[in-house]
């Protein structure tokens, strides 16, 4: 027993006569660890005023330099399409979406009803010349008909000279002597209406020649026929431009089309901009021509450069149906928006839609026009 302690007892007081040498280098440790963080909390407590200068001098450096706006979106050139004339759709070509090209057929209008115009209005053509023609014949018979009449006043007076000879040596009863006499007076009655046939007769052949080369009645049918043939043209609807057709849910086969009533919209891709509303107290130095960038919620990847091509004439609520009224003077003031037209000056490697939300940042040191 006494040699086992003998030998285990070194082991136990060898470890025992280690513990004093550990703890200075515990204790070097534990110092070592206190001076770091000693110096971690000066490092941090330098680093954090510095900081906040130095985001505070960027701020200070920075401001007045440009004015953003999240309150803008893309705008394009919207044409409404409508129908020059009224009838029964009988074609339609063209649904929501769909890309056109400045002059292709949207839809197509019975024809029928403007065809039978257009028949009416030939037919209006020819009477109108015959009836110009008849004019030209009765005025040219008005002079046979003075003529004649002319030649019956000569008889009826030799008739009656006759009679007033026999009359004064007593050959003749009073009834042939007033019978020649009412002969003459009849006689002049007509050369009197067939020269006021004459007169009308030369008068309407006058009119027909007011116009150079063209009757009045005639010009009058052929304006018609120009109408009907328009209208007719009219029933097949073209894209008056290039774009995407929108809003064409409600262009059927068989509907009936109202002259004038917007069918569908065609939102033109030959222009985008960007209608950017900032606040009135963004506009103090702001002026058109300037430059812009030009961000998407649609496309993050993207920017875009523009410039200020106008400033708007009046802010948002000015113009809205129903503008604000303060006459009784118990309102809350608001800041104003102005809408501000930002013209984009690249090519978007996406699609602009109409509407898209954009965020608008407009450089008020650069120069303007």
């Known amino acids: 027993m006494d040699m ?6 070194p082991e136990q007081y060898g470890d025992a006569d280690l513990l004093p040498d550990e703890e200075p280098d515990r204790a070097d440790d534990g ?3 206190k001076a770091k963080r000693r110096w971690g909390r000066w490092i941090v407590m330098a680093i954090v005023p510095l900081a906040l200068i130095a985001l505070g001098g960027y701020f200070w450096l920075t401001r007045g330099q440009s004015v953003s706006t ?4 893309v705008q394009q050139d919207r044409v409404s399409v409508a129908a020059e004339v009224g009838g029964r759709i009988i074609e339609v070509n063209v649904s929501s979406n769909d890309t056109v090209k400045e002059g292709d057929i949207l839809f197509r209008i019975d024809p029928a009803p403007f065809e039978i115009a257009l028949a009416q209005a030939n037919a209006s053509i020819a009477g109108a010349e015959v009836q110009v023609q008849a004019l030209r014949t009765s005025a040219a018979g008005s002079g046979v008909d003075i003529a004649a009449a002319r030649e019956d006043i000569a008889f009826s007076q030799a008739t009656f000279e006759r009679q007033k000879a026999l009359m004064q040596r ?9 019978a ?4 003459v007076e009849q006689a002049r009655e007509r050369l009197r209406q067939a020269q006021a046939d004459a007169a009308e007769a030369q008068s309407l052949a006058a009119n027909a020649r007011s116009m150079p080369g063209e009757n009045p009645a005639i010009a009058a049918a052929r304006v018609q026929r120009e109408q009907a043939e328009l209208n007719l043209s009219r029933t097949i609807v073209r894209a008056p431009t290039s774009g995407r057709v929108a809003q064409a849910d409600r262009l059927q086969v068989g509907q009936m089309m109202v002259s004038g009533l917007p069918a569908l919209t065609i939102v033109a891709d030959r222009k985008s901009w960007v209608e ?3 606040k009135e107290t963004d506009l103090a130095n702001m002026q058109v021509g300037q430059s812009a960038e030009i961000t998407f919620d649609a496309y993050p990847d993207i920017r ?8 708007g004439a009046g802010t948002g609520s000015e113009f809205s149906v129903l503008p604000a009224q303060n006459a009784t003077g118990n309102w809350v003031k608001v800041t ?5 037209r930002i013209a984009i000056d690249e090519q978007s490697p996406r699609p602009l839609i109409a509407g898209l939300s954009t965020e608008v940042t407009v450089d008020i040191r650069s120069k303007g026009q």
């Open 4 to 9: 086992l302690k003998s030998k285990d007892m």
């Open 304 to 311: 875009l450069k523009g410039h200020v091509e106008s400033i």
């Open 170 to 178: 007593g050959f003749t009863t009073k009834a042939d002597y007033e």
């Open 336 to 340: 104003q928006r102005v809408p501000v």
């Open 276 to 278: 950017a509303n900032f």
């Open 31 to 33: 110092a070592a660890a």
């Open 180 to 183: 020649a006499q009412h002969a």
């Open 70 to 73: 999240d309150n803008a979106y």
